[in-house]
């Protein structure tokens, strides 16, 4: 009964596909001392993909933060190269708002022309401080890897999603076959104890 749950095959991740019940007895060979371990391995299993999907789901939110920001940084970072390469004088100032802290703005001018790198948030509280071209290239670097791992989220959700539904679809054929088993029992039973009187 345990080997019918090990993977025959996982995804890329190694995330194990669910197996199939066509038919129950083919896992029960003996329901009353094996129903209750299948059907509580079974839904453990069920618990594992749910929990695998909220994990996945983390990520996907995390990587729908940080793709838009990295975007974002180059934007910038490509207009104030533009502005450095411009001919006239005038457009090498950059007039711009800034955050102070969650509720203060100010305004800041920016020379261009002799802004040479910028100060990246690497997390966990550091900043670093890079030429404008080790910025781009970074931040591409950055762009290119969470978009892949978007991807490679968004395919495991997928996955997840099938192998869930397989679960739970089999946990209510376990459950639907012992409830259809008792009943039967108790009918050859009554119809036992009929007999007799």
Known sequence: ??????????????????????????????PDEEFEKVMSMFQERLQQYKYMELSKRQQLGDLKIKIPDIEKNLDI??????????????????????????????????DAENLDSVFLWLGADVMLEYPLDEAVELLNTRLNSNQTQLKLVKEDLEF??????????????????????????????????????
């Open 160 to 197: 997840l999603k099938e192998n869930i539904t397989t679960m739970e679809v089999n946990t209510a054929r376990l459950y639907n076959w012992d409830v259809e088993r008792r009943r039967n029992l108790k009918s050859a039973e009554e119809g036992t104890k009929n007999l007799k009187i």
């Open 77 to 110: 970072i490509n207009y104030i190269n533009e502005k450095k390469n411009d001919e006239d004088e005038e457009d090498k100032i950059i007039e711009t708002n800034y955050e102070l802290n969650d509720t203060l703005y100010t305004r800041a001018s920016i």
């Open 1 to 30: 009964m345990a080997e019918f749950l090990k993977p025959k095959n996982t995804n890329p991740r190694g995330i194990p596909e669910a197996p199939f019940i066509d038919k129950v007895e083919n896992v029960i060979k003996n």
